[in-house]
C-alpha cells in the first residue's frame, strides 16, 4: 500500500465480514507503527466483550491492548495532541459521527484506520461504514473462506434465527458464506420483528 508521505493525515478503512482477518490486518498496521516508533492509541467498541473489555483480539487470538469507548465523540477528549496513529475495531458500531470524529484528527496530521464489518447479518449497508469508505484515503476489503463450500466468503451468515442487528457472537453464532452459500432471514421473519419492535414503541 502506498501511504502518503507528507504533513497531512489520512483515514484508511479495512472491512469485510467476520473471519475476513480485518483485526488480523489492523494488528498487524499496529505493530509495524509500533516498531518505526509511531506514538500509537488503540479504541474499540465496548460492546464487543467476545475476549476481552478492552484489548482488540482477533479470532487466531492475536491481541493488542486498547481503550474500550461507546461514544465515538469521547475520541476527541482521548486522543493525545502527540499521538500520530489512531486504530478503531468494531467501527460499525459507532454512530455516523465517527465521520466527523476521523475526519478531524486526519485533518490534524493524524494516520487513521478503521476496522469494521461492510454489511450486517442480512447482507446491508452496517452504520457508517458505508460513508466512512467513501472518505477514505484507503479502503482493503478482505474475503473470508466460505464455511459450507471454501470459496472466498463476503457474507456473514448468522446460525440462529435472531432478528437485531447487533447480536455479539463468535464461531457459535456466525460463519463466513460466500454468495452462493450465504442465507438471508426470509423476510416474514424480519416482519414479524419489525412488527414487534413497533408494537413496543
Ligand atoms: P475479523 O476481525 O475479520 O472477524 P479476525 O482477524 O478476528 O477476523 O480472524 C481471522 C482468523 O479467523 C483467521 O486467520 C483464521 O485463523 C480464523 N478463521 C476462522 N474461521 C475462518 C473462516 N471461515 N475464514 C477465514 N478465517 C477464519
Known sequence: MQIINGKSGWI???CGPMFSGKSEELIKRLRRAQIAKRRVQIFKHGMDSRYDATSIVSHSQMSLPG?????????????DDRTELVAIDEGQFF???????????????KRIIVAGLDMDYIGNPFGPMPKLMCSAEYVSKQLAICMSCGDPA??????T????????????????????????PEESLLETSRNAEKANG
Open 12 to 14: 484508511e478503512v479495512i
Open 67 to 79: 481503550v474500550a469507548i461507546s461514544d465515538i465523540n469521547d475520541l476527541l477528549k482521548l486522543v
Open 154 to 159: 463476503n457474507f456473514t451468515q448468522r446460525l
Open 95 to 109: 454512530s455516523d459521527d465517527i465521520l466527523s470524529v476521523t475526519n478531524k484528527l486526519a485533518n490534524q496530521g
Open 161 to 184: 434465527t435472531a432478528t437485531e442487528q447487533v447480536v455479539v457472537g463468535a464461531d457459535e453464532t456466525y460463519e463466513a458464506r460466500c454468495r452462493l452459500h450465504f442465507e438471508p
